[in-house]
């Protein structure tokens, strides 16, 4: 899977993305709307990660989407 698939399909991702980052509210996932920087600075915020460690959160997650 990769970024465009999910972006493409963003509100099928919603539960799965909140149920990996559980500090996200609903609000928050929706207002990301399939935008991957959107989402990495969301964990950036909720999780006080730096950018590269919310990078790989993602790309970890992407990984394991099917």
Do not use: H, P
């Not at 465009?4 to 609903?26: C, M, N």
């Not at 600075?41 to 394991?64: N, P, S």
């Amino acid at each position: 899977m990769n970024w465009d698939q999910i972006e493409g399909k963003w509100k099928q991702f919603t539960g799965a993305a909140q149920a990996e980052w559980g500090k996200l509210t609903s609000d928050e996932v929706d207002e990301v709307a399939g935008n991957r920087e959107r989402l990495e600075g969301k964990i950036q915020e909720r999780y006080g990660v730096a950018k590269e460690d919310a990078q790989k959160q993602v790309d970890a997650w992407i990984a394991r989407q099917k």
